[in-house]
DNA sequence: GGTCGATTCAAACGAGTGTTTCATCGATTC
DNA sequence: GAATCGATGAAACACTCGTTTGAATCGACC
C-alpha cells in the first residue's frame, strides 16, 4: 500500500544504486536525491541521515525485494553439489556486472568493503551461503574437525573471491587480453576442477589442455 | 648526504605510516604532519600535493628502504619451491601487523584499495613476485598454456589472500574463537597441502586430522 | 473555503580538509 | 653586519558535503 513511486521508496532505489557502485563514503546525498528526483532535504526528512538511510537500504537489500541468490543444488552427489556451488558462487557474486541488481552489489560491497552494518549483513546474507557449502564440505570431509571444514570452505571462497576483490590489480597484472580470456565459465570450471583436485574426487588440475587453444 | 633527520624525510616516513594504516582517501595532511613534527604548510611546499607526496612515498616503499620482501628458494623440487613461496606469501604479506613495515602494508593495501599510482606498483612490485609464482608452477606444468597457468597462480594466491582481504567477514562469520585458531602457519601449511593435493603433488586436503585437536 | 498536518523546496549553515598566503626565521654569502 | 634565499609557521581561504531551517505547497477533512 506505500511501496508505489513514492518520494521514499525512489530514495531508496536511488540510494540502494549509489551505495552499490561507490560505497558507503563515497556515495553522495546529492547524487542520490538527483537520482531520485528528490529535493536535498528529502533523505534527512524520511530516513534521519545517511547512515539510517544506508541501514534501511541494506535492509530491503537483503530482506526485501531482490533477486534470490541461493543456489539450489538438488539430490546429487557432494562432489556435483561443491561444483554447482561454485559455478552459482561465480555467476552471482563473482562476476557482478552492472547490469545486475543493486541488492546483490550491495552484499558484495559488504564483503570488501564493509560498513558498520556489516554484523547484519554477515548474520542474515552471509552467513546462510557459507554454511550451505560447509555442509557440502561436510559431506565430503564427514572426519574433518571443524577448523579443517573452516579452512577448506575458505580455500574455495578465497579462489573465487579473489577475481572480484583484486580486479584491477589482476588485469594490469596478466593484461587486459589475458585477463579477458578468463571468463567465467572457464574460471567456474577451474576452481571447481582445482577444488576437487584437492580433495581427491577428481583428476589434478591443469593436465587438460586438449580442449582450448 | 640528505636522508638525514630533515622535515622532508620525517613527512615521508610519517606519510608512509599513515598512508599505511588509512589509505589514501583517509589519510590526513594534518596527522602526517604532526606525526612528522611539521608545519601543516610543509606538505605542499615540499611536494606540492597530498597525490605527489603519495607517489613519492609509493616510490620510497617499494624501490627505497624497505625490508627486502622477496621469497629465496633454492635448489629444491618445485613441489617444495611452490610450498616455500606459500608460506613465505603469508608470513610477508597476508600476515601483515601493525609492527609491520609499513613499507609492505602499502603494497598490501595497494592490492585490496588501489590508488592512481597502481600501474607502477603493478609493474615494479607485483609482477616480479607474480612471475616467480609463475615460473614454479611452470616447472609443474610445462605442458599448460598460459590461461591455465594464470589460472592456477590465481587459486594460489586467491587462496592466501583471502585472509588479508575478508578479514573482517571472516571474523564475524565463524567467531573471534575459531577466526584465531586459524593462524598464520596453520594456514600457510593447509594452502600448500591443498594446491599440491589439486596439483597431484600430495595427499588429498583435510584427511589428516591426526595431529591437532 | 479555511485549517492543519505532511511533504517538498531553495537556501544556507557548519564542520572537515586540501591548499595558499605572507610574514618570519636562520644560515650562508659578500 | 647587511642582503639573500631556502625553510618554517600561523592563519586564512576555497571547496565539498552532510545537515538544518523556515517558507511554500499539497491534500484531506470539517
Redesign the pocket.
Known sequence: MENQD???ARLIEAAGREFAEKGYDQ????SICDRAG?????????F????RLYREVLLEAYRGGGPEVTPTLGDVPPAEKLRGFIRFFFHHIVALKEEHAWQTRMMAREISDPSAALDEVVQGWIRPRFEMLKSIMREIRPEADDRRLNALCFSVVGQCLMYRLTGAVTKRLIGPESKGLLDDDYLADHVATFTLAALGLGPPAGRDEATNS
Open positions: 513514492t518520494t521514499k556515495a553522495r546525498i546529492r528528490a529535493n536535498l532535504a528529502a533523505v534527512n526528512y524520511h534521519g541521515d545517511k547512515e
